[in-house]
């Protein structure tokens, strides 16, 4: 079976595009990033694409900060079908997706979230989890559709609350577990079984 070929946006850190390929090195998915995609020219999964060789590319979008509009999204939607990319990896990307990327990829755009969604949808999910005083979040990988983390779910990873979790405690064991989730599930989109 061919590597399948991903496309990755990101906005942050990049930690979650580090472990994807990481679990690639380590022999656990069989992945072929071909484009990684940023609003941020100093976003981490840029540098981590650059030191393999994978063609990079920066956003611009002047006009909005929470959604790309319609010119510049439909550029990217030909940047990433030049590109081969079978599957298109939001990985701490900040922004709604529209429909030029909808209706281009229809079930081929996923998400990582840090909740057990549908709860605590939007930002800082682990605050919010924290606030409402639940037992247990978690994170969730889903496909993408035109609400805020409301597409449908494809797996979850549970995390405990523990006495004494602080925002930074509760969110750093949460990215532990994305590490683990996401390229669970991109390794069933690589076996095909989900594609
Ligand atoms: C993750 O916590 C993810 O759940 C959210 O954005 C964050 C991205 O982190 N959507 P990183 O850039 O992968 O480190």
Do not use: Y
């Not at 590597?3 to 942050?12: F, R, T």
């Not at 709860?119 to 037992?135: D, S, Y």
């Amino acid at each position: 079976m061919q590597p399948l070929k991903i496309a990755v946006l990101g906005s942050g850190k990049g930690s979650n595009f580090r472990a994807i390929l990481n679990a690639a090195m380590a022999g656990q998915l069989k992945i072929q990033p071909v484009l990684a995609i940023s609003d941020h020219p100093e976003a981490g999964l840029l540098s981590l694409a650059e030191n393999l060789g994978v063609a990079t590319q920066v956003v611009s979008e002047p006009k909005f900060r929470t959604r790309l509009s319609e010119e510049v999204e439909t550029g990217l939607v030909e940047d990433i079908r030049a590109s081969g990319a079978e599957l298109i990896v939001l990985a701490g990307w900040m922004r709604l997706v529209k429909s030029p990327m909808l209706e281009a990829f229809p079930r081929r755009i996923i998400n990582i979230h840090p909740s057990l969604l549908p709860a605590f949808p939007g930002l800082e999910a682990w605050k919010q989890a924290l606030a409402a005083g639940v037992e247990k979040t978690g994170c969730t990988v889903h496909f993408v559709d035109g609400g805020m983390d409301t597409g449908e779910i494809i797996s979850q990873c549970e995390v405990s609350i523990l006495p004494g979790d602080t925002a930074e405690t509760l969110h750093a064991r949460i990215q532990d577990a994305e590490h683990r989730l996401f390229p669970e599930v991109i390794s069933r989109f690589a076996r095909r079984e989900i594609l």
